[in-house]
């Protein structure tokens, strides 16, 4: 079955730029999704189809994918950003796939 | 601004089934898919299956075996039934319209239910 894989934490400086990746077999020829969740939240889609903000996400969040490896980028990162992101793809045999998560300490 | 709302038993003993349902409401269930999502205690997102609005079902091929998910469009309702749980099976229970955009994603969840196995 299709697996992703993502770094169990990042940390981050207020104000910098926090990266995210997301490692998958020829992940580049699928798109990606990227979803943010606070505690006791539901997930919030932040990213689809690669790169594309849905309403309301602000400008720095932003993100890519090429190779085996897509990235979340949070350019001037804030407090609120601090959150579990889980990134996601679709496989034709196994379905919604997600990575494991990476938490976002922001400090 | 489409919401989703689960519903059920909170408590479920071991070997028995688990039955969810998901309200739909503030847009159509026709012409869209609904799936269901898992996340246990402190982990991560599991996808367990979807319904299109015709019917058409796909499962997890991990959860294959265990999982019905059915539609009411008439209720715009869908449900869940995992069968022969067990304490494996203790988590959030997440109901999310899956949107089909050259590939699908989730764009609405619901806020999600604990479901907790134990007799």
């Known amino acids: 079955s299709y697996e992703l894989t993502q770094p169990p934490s990042v940390s981050v400086s207020p104000g910098q730029t926090a990266s995210i990746t997301c490692s998958g077999d020829?992940?580049?020829?699928?798109?990606t999704f990227w979803y943010e969740q606070k505690p006791g939240q539901s997930p919030v889609l932040v990213i689809y189809?690669?790169?594309k903000r849905p309403s309301g996400i602000p400008e720095r969040f932003s993100g890519s994918n090429s190779g085996n490896t897509a990235t979340l980028t949070i350019t001037g990162t804030q407090a609120m950003d601090e959150a579990d992101y889980y990134c996601?793809?679709?496989?034709?045999?196994?379905?919604?796939?997600f990575g494991g998560g990476t938490k976002l300490t922001v400090l | 601004q489409v919401q989703l709302q689960e519903s059920g038993p909170g408590l479920v003993k071991p070997s028995e089934t688990l039955s969810l349902t998901c309200t739909v409401s503030?847009?159509?269930?026709?012409?869209?898919?609904w799936s269901w999502i898992r996340q246990s205690p402190g982990k991560g997102l599991e996808w367990i299956g979807y319904?299109?609005?015709?019917?058409?079902?796909k499962y997890n091929p991990s959860l294959k075996s265990r999982v019905t998910i059915s539609l009411d469009t008439s209720e715009k309702q869908f449900s869940l039934q995992l069968t022969s749980v067990t304490a494996a099976d203790t988590a959030f229970y997440y109901c999310?319209?899956?949107?089909?955009?050259?590939?699908?994603?989730?764009?609405?969840w619901g806020q999600g239910t604990l479901v907790t196995v134990s007799s």
């Open positions: 999310a319209r899956q949107y089909y955009d050259n590939t699908y994603f989730f764009d609405y």
């Open positions: 020829k992940l580049g020829n699928k798109y």
């Open positions: 319904i299109y609005y015709n019917g058409i079902t």
């Open positions: 996601q793809a679709w496989d034709s045999y196994t379905g919604g796939v």
């Open positions: 189809l690669d790169s």
């Open positions: 503030g847009g159509s269930i026709s012409g869209f898919y």
